[in-house]
């Protein structure tokens, strides 16, 4: 992943997403990825894969007060910030172009022990100007057990 050495972790991501005038769509991945304390806060990375035809992306979630933050890295690249009641503008990269993205939180919290912790990312993501889907996003995350 990179040179950086962080606590490895397991991760369980559970998602779900719903358009208007379409049934509610989720996700789960499981994979595994490290966690980091620094001066501000967390830190996890891990890698994701969209399909089994394209390197995986490489994802970094940053945890610091009331914000999280949200970094993706590959053929799809998005920068997203997470501060519950806030607008956040910026840009969707894919191998087809860009456009213009925006989140609007409407819940962002997490928790951090010595077992590992949680993400509750909740939020309404517009592409183009135009609603896309209201997002339910639950990261759970524990130290992986020393072999």
Do not use: W
């Amino acid at each position: 992943m990179n040179d950086r050495k962080g606590i490895p972790i397991l991760i369980s991501l559970d998602a779900r997403f719903s358009a208007e005038g379409q049934e509610e769509d989720s996700m789960r991945l499981i994979t595994t990825g490290e966690l980091e304390k620094n001066a501000e806060g967390y830190v996890i990375r891990y890698e994701e894969s969209i399909d089994e035809d394209s390197p995986p992306h490489q994802v970094e979630i940053a945890m610091k007060k009331d914000v999280i933050s949200m970094n993706r890295k590959g053929s799809i690249e998005a920068d997203m910030v997470f501060e519950k009641g806030k607008r956040f503008e910026s840009r969707y990269r894919t191998p087809y172009g860009a456009m213009d993205m925006a989140v609007f939180c409407t819940k962002a919290a997490y928790t951090v022990d010595r077992y590992g912790g949680e993400i509750a990312l909740q939020y309404q993501l517009d592409l183009g100007n135009h609603f896309a889907a209201m997002h339910n996003m639950n990261y759970h995350f524990m130290r992986k057990k020393s072999s």
